[in-house]
């Protein structure tokens, strides 16, 4: 059993279209909707069958803790539910698949307890990222000020090191993990509060806390270094390109499962192409 979990703020029209693509016997929904969207316009997708919608939902902030936060609960409520899934696959309402469902299923079950995400070193490869952890950032918080009291921490105080002697990597916040690995997330959050609290004061920690858990754990020896997922970022910016019929050539040739983002209220050809292969 595959469970997909997807975190949404937004185009109900392509989640629709997204979970309807996905269907499959053997695959279940948990759909993340942001706390400060209104489920209204999702209700349609939730008669679908095998579909669940998050009950402890989260106000996310862009870069804050929050998006962890909407995770971690999300994780919750697929292990409370009791199914054995053996992958848990994390997806924005943005992302597409570029493989079959079949093809993504039969991918999954010969790759049994591997875990799918991209981790760099902080340290020795992914330098830009070291003031995220060095500084403190009060994304996560929402008060007046926040940006001005944060520039006067960081000249104040020094530099912050992590509670616990471990070494730190990441890079995309997305992956398709093991149950097995969910719970060991799952449990190490809770054992260990210091280390909940250094990444609530870093920047973007959804695309590090995770991976760093792994990666300082027996589960290590499963860790694949690649989430499955085609991303451009040849536009530079904050946000990757949004693909279209210009990308065809490349998404039918990656070898990833997935791709992100498109935009299916401007662009609909693109996913009609998709939807026409088969591998």
Do not use: C
Request: proline fraction near 4%; charged fraction near 25%; charge should be neutral.
């Amino acid at each position: 059993m595959l469970a997909h979990l997807i975190l949404t703020h937004g185009s109900p029209d392509h989640l629709k279209r997204l979970v309807g693509k996905l269907a499959n016997e053997q695959a279940h929904f948990y759909i993340h909707v942001d706390k400060k969207t209104s489920t209204e316009s999702y209700l349609s997708i939730a008669e679908q069958p095998n579909v669940f919608f998050i009950k402890k939902r989260v106000k996310v902030l862009w870069g804050g803790y929050s998006i962890v936060q909407a995770t971690v609960n999300a994780f919750e409520e697929i292990l409370a539910s009791g199914v054995d899934y053996s992958y848990i696959n994390l997806l924005s309402g943005k992302d597409y698949p570029i493989k079959d469902t079949a093809y993504i299923h039969r991918f999954f079950s010969e790759n049994p307890g591997k875990i799918f995400m991209r981790f760099l070193s902080v340290k020795d490869e992914w330098h830009e990222a070291i003031q995220r952890f060095t500084k403190y950032h009060l994304v996560n918080y929402d008060f007046p000020g926040k940006y001005r009291l944060e520039q006067i921490i960081n000249r104040v105080l020094p530099a912050r090191k992590l509670p616990t002697d471990i070494t730190l990597v990441g890079r995309s916040q997305w992956f398709t993990i093991s149950k097995e690995s969910v719970i060991y997330i799952v449990k190490y959050l809770k054992a260990h509060p210091a280390f909940v609290e250094y990444f609530k004061l870093s920047w973007a920690p959804d695309e590090s806390i995770f991976q760093t858990i792994l990666y300082n754990s027996p589960l290590k020896k499963d860790m694949v270094n690649d989430n499955l997922l085609y991303v451009d970022w040849s536009m530079g910016g904050a946000s990757p390109k949004e693909l279209t019929m210009d990308d065809k050539e490349l998404l039918r040739d990656s070898n990833q499962l997935f791709a992100r983002k498109f935009n299916s209220q401007i662009n609909t050809e693109i996913l009609d192409y998709l939807d026409t292969l088969t591998y």
